[in-house]
């Protein structure tokens, strides 16, 4: 799960090294292309013999929001990375735990209780104490386009628990990848710009690192319990900062630092109370 967690925090590194030459969608495209591999091949798994009943749903407009969501997120959490400490981005999109928890009483009809609402309303705090939005220069724009992302995902998630109910997690994950991809792919005629061979190079080794990311915390999910292992999906965290002062001199200041411990903590928490959420689309 820790390596899962390295090859996460490494799409992240290169994504952030990226978006100020290239435009998001373009390298959600890359993310989404490369990971259709994996993603046939987790649909494939136990089967004799690839079929069409491998694909059948009668849920396509589902399948079409769930990848809409998925690649919004993605696209604004690149998108913000620009503007913001990469340890403070990735600590901001765990608020997707508290998002979900918030929608699933509205969208899902879940009951939403006063232990879960107070925990929800501490990890607020950490975002608050993350941003500091008093401290002068501070901006919006990045964090907004984070928290946005954060949102989207929780929306994602929810999508996925609702068709969850007549469809397995292989064929969300294969649409969702496809559509995603599809989407991605036909909005580079609004955005795309021909990358040299470095930058090729690094924008596909962001769809081969999610993608060992993804198979890495499959095994992990099969050795393990996933309420055991969910504190380890927070370790990202921990890379983001060592990457982020390695790389771009960001050092995350005492404040910001119990900020993040607050939103991890309430996201643990959440993740540990209710079946630990599904892994965000990057």
Known sequence: ??????????????????????????????????????????????????????????????????????LASMALFFGGLPYIQLAEAVALNYTEAIFVILLAAP??????????????????TGVLLILQPTTSG???YGPTLILASALLGAGWVIQIKRLSQTDDSALIVFYFTLYGAVISGASL?????????????????????GSIGQILMATALKSGGAAELAPFNYTTVLWATLFGYLLWDENVGSIAA?????????????????????PDPR
């Open 107 to 124: 969208l899902l009809r879940e009951r939403l209780r006063a232990k879960e609402l107070g925990v929800a309303l501490v990890a607020f």
């Open 1 to 70: 799960m820790i390596a899962s967690m390295f090859c996460f925090a490494l799409v992240d590194v290169i994504a952030k090294y990226l978006i100020g030459d290239y435009p998001p969608n373009e390298i959600s495209f890359f993310r989404l292309m490369i990971g259709l591999v994996p993603a046939f091949g987790y649909l494939r798994a136990g089967k004799c013999e690839i079929s069409r009943s491998m694909f059948a749903t009668k849920r396509t407009g589902g399948h079409v929001v769930c990848a809409v969501l998925a």
């Open 189 to 209: 005629t609004w955005g795309w710009k021909t990358p040299d061979i470095v930058d090729l190079s690094l924008l596909c080794s962001i769809g081969v690192l």
């Open 258 to 278: 119990v900020g993040i411990a607050l939103v991890i903590l309430g996201s643990l928490y959440l993740a540990l109370e209710n079946k630990p959420n599904i």
């Open 138 to 140: 501070f901006s919006w």
